[in-house]
């Protein structure tokens, strides 16, 4: 009987009942471009902690309003903002799962800000996307800020756990690649710079026993993108500097249009593997892993810690139940409101 996926894991002060993460996910829902989650957004989280998940890691929500990918995007700019993610937060919790929120900043990639800003400016391309502005030393000092701020606000509405936007393509990413950070200060000469200093803000502003998640593109799947050697260098840099735990991912600086190679169910566990060993640090495994049976393996085979979850639980808000009655397990962690139906 299979239990690796359905044993608690502790890191700091999160305990978490399973292994199973239902990952960030955008859901371009915000009904009146003010940053604020509403009721879709209430339902699509509150659904998957009634369906079992043991952590969920709310959607990329920004620092700032021109931070967003789109004006639908979720923000914690404001405090005015913090009750409607506390609202959420407070019935994840009345069903037994835990929540956290993924802090971020688009950078290049932002499509309805007038003027994005990036590390450099270079524009990314694709037809959607502006030529952007390249962030004063000073600018760039105040956006470590506004990470922060954001910090604060995401702990004062209740989270257990936050994390740190650090791949596909995004400002952080766009910082610590030598694909699109072409300055001469030292946040060109020491490419992690940003990344440490916006953990070590952000640290200031957590209680000590949270754990902070940092997500990491592992590689670029770019020409003169950089490959896994350089991600684990920055995961070093960013581990001293106070991470607890990498969510490992790929991809976000190639041409939009372009197919990742190896894209198969598990082909982003090697990454998280590696950075497991080379790190020492826990790591979480996403990427087509829905197969409860792969799920399962890449736990009991310790080359992750945890295991997220993305298109998997959009199809079915209950994958973490019918995922542990597939692998055979007898106590199911079934709302008794539906027991009838296990």
Known sequence: MANALFSPFTIKGLQLKNRVVMAPMCQYSVSAMDGHPNDWHYVHYVS??????????????????????TNYDLGLWSDEQIPDFARIIKSVHQHGAKIGIQLAHAGR????????VAPSAIRFEGSRYKNPRELTEDEVKEMVGL??????RAVEAG????????????LIHQFHSPLTNHRTDEYGERLEKFGVEIIQAIKKEIPADMPLIFRISAVEYADGGYEIDHAIK???????????LFHVSSGGEGKP???MPGNHPGYQVPFAS????????PVIAVGMLEDPVLAESVIANEDADLIAIARGLLRDPYWTINASRQLGREELDVPKQYIRAY
Do not use: F, W
């Not at 990639?109 to 994005?116: G, L, S």
């Open 48 to 69: 998957r902690a009634v369906g079992g998940v043991g952590l969920i890691i709310m959607e990329m929500t920004d620092v700032e309003p021109d931070g967003r990918i």
């Open 109 to 116: 990639k932002a499509e309805d800000a007038e003027i994005p």
């Open 147 to 152: 990470y922060a701020s954001a910090a604060r």
């Open 159 to 170: 989270v257990d756990v936050i994390e740190i936007h650090g791949a596909h393509g995004y």
């Open 234 to 244: 920055l995961c070093l840099a960013y581990k001293q500097a106070g991470v607890d």
């Open 257 to 259: 249009g372009v197919r």
């Open 274 to 281: 590696a950075i497991r060993k080379e790190v020492n640090i």
